[in-house]
Each structure stands twice: as C-alpha cells, then as structure tokens.
C-alpha cells in the first residue's frame, strides 16, 4: 500500500536561514509526488507536484523538490526561509488508478524565529 | 482563494447527533473529495466521488455517507458522532479525478466539534 512518511513532526528556523523539509514515500510503480502547505484556519495548497522526467521540480513561493528514486525521497527546500513561511507543510503521494486521490503523510510544522 | 466553498465554518454539536456538511466544487470540476484532518490521524482521505458517481473509498467509517448531486455539490453525511469524529473535514475538487496526480483544491474545510 502506498504511504506517505515525514520523519519531521516540527522545525524551527532562523529567518533568512535555509529549509529541508523531509518526505520519504513508498509506493511499487513510479510515484507522483506533491507538497501542500497548510496556513493557519486555511485549505492546502498546492506547492509543486512531481510526475516524470526533470527530478529537481521548482514551486511557488521559491520552493523547490527533488525526486531520489533511490531513496524514496522527495524532500523540499527553500534557500532562505520568510517569516511568511511559518505553516504546515504536508507531503502526498497520488495513489491508484483511475482516481487521484493523495495520500498524505502527518506534516511537518514549520515556525520561523525572526 | 481556492474556489471550492464548505459551509458550515464551524459546527458544534453533541455525541449521538447527525450533521451533514456541504462543499461546492470549484466551476467546472467534477470530481469532489473528502479528507478528514485530525490530530492523531492526520490528513486521511475518506471518500471521492466524480460526477455523482463514488469513484474511490478510504478510511470512511460506516456511521458517515457522502453523495454528489447533479448541480455537482457534495453533502458528507455523519451520524451517531462520538468524541472522536471531532476533526477538521476538507473538501477538494479537481477538474476530472481519474487521472493520477491531477491538481485537487481544497475548501478552507469545517472545523467539527463534538462535545
């Protein structure tokens, strides 16, 4: 079954400072891959996505992924974070034929110190 | 702003009681989603349906029900609520929803609070 693990529960960065937010997926075909964001009393919304080709796949807002097929990752990135940033970050496999429901992994709370 | 609309906001109500919560679709997709995000069990997906028809199925409990009616909106049914239905319910929507890796919208979700 497909699944979705985010190793990180909460982070806390300095402004300014760079972000790794971690993802590890497991699915048996090639994965498409995603990361949302979760503002306070918000929806998600949607970061970047991953379907095939490129590995390194550039989002809204500055952030970017890369794809590791050897390693089951998808882990995102921002060179320099924004106090803005501060949200929850959730990363979501698409599963199944024939519908694109995303399993998600349990998020990544992202607090950003000025 | 996403486009998809769930209303109520918020709903408070108590064990044993049935609530249903509605979601429109942004204009023109066909497919709706149902997510419920709680703290122990994170974002988990419930149901799907596309053009009126259940297309996929989650971890939907058997006391909820959901449908999609012909102007595309979407009612998620819960009955006999206990404690721990207390959650935030997303709806999403996306343009066709059989197509893997599709972009879904979400609502700003209702915030559920059984007491």
């Known amino acids: 079954a497909q699944s979705v693990t985010q190793p990180d529960i909460h982070i806390t960065v300095s402004e300014g400072a760079s972000l790794e937010l971690r993802c590890n997926y497991s699915?048996?075909?090639?994965?498409?891959l995603f990361w949302y964001v979760q503002s306070p009393g918000q929806g998600l919304q949607l970061l970047l996505k991953?379907?095939?080709?490129?590995?390194l796949v550039q989002g809204i807002k500055g952030f970017e992924a890369e794809f590791k097929r050897s390693q089951s990752s998808f882990n995102l990135r921002k060179p320099s974070v924004h106090w803005s940033d501060a949200a929850e970050y959730f990363c979501?496999?698409?599963?199944?034929?024939?519908?694109?429901?995303?399993?998600f992994g349990t998020g990544t709370r992202l607090q950003v110190f000025p | 702003d996403s486009g998809v609309t769930q209303t109520p906001k918020h709903l408070i109500t108590a064990t044993g009681q049935r609530v249903t919560l509605r979601c429109s679709p942004r204009?023109?997709?066909?497919?709706v989603y149902w997510y419920q995000q709680s703290l122990d069990q994170g974002l988990q997906f419930l149901i799907q349906?596309?053009?009126?028809?259940?297309?996929a199925k989650g971890n939907i409990l058997e006391r909820f029900s959901a449908q999609q009616f012909p102007d595309l909106h979407s009612e998620l049914n819960l009955s006999s609520l206990e404690l721990g239905d207390s959650a935030l319910y997303f709806c999403?929507?996306?343009?066709?929803?059989?197509?893997?890796?599709?972009?879904?919208?979400f609502g700003s979700g209702t915030q559920l609070s059984v007491l």
């Open positions: 991953y379907f095939s080709g490129d590995t």
């Open positions: 204009s023109g997709d066909l497919s």
């Open positions: 699915y048996g075909a090639t994965p498409y």
């Open positions: 999403a929507s996306s343009v066709a929803g059989g197509q893997p890796g599709e972009k879904l919208f």
């Open positions: 979501a496999v698409g599963a199944g034929r024939n519908t694109d429901k995303l399993i």
């Open positions: 349906y596309y053009n009126g028809e259940e297309r």
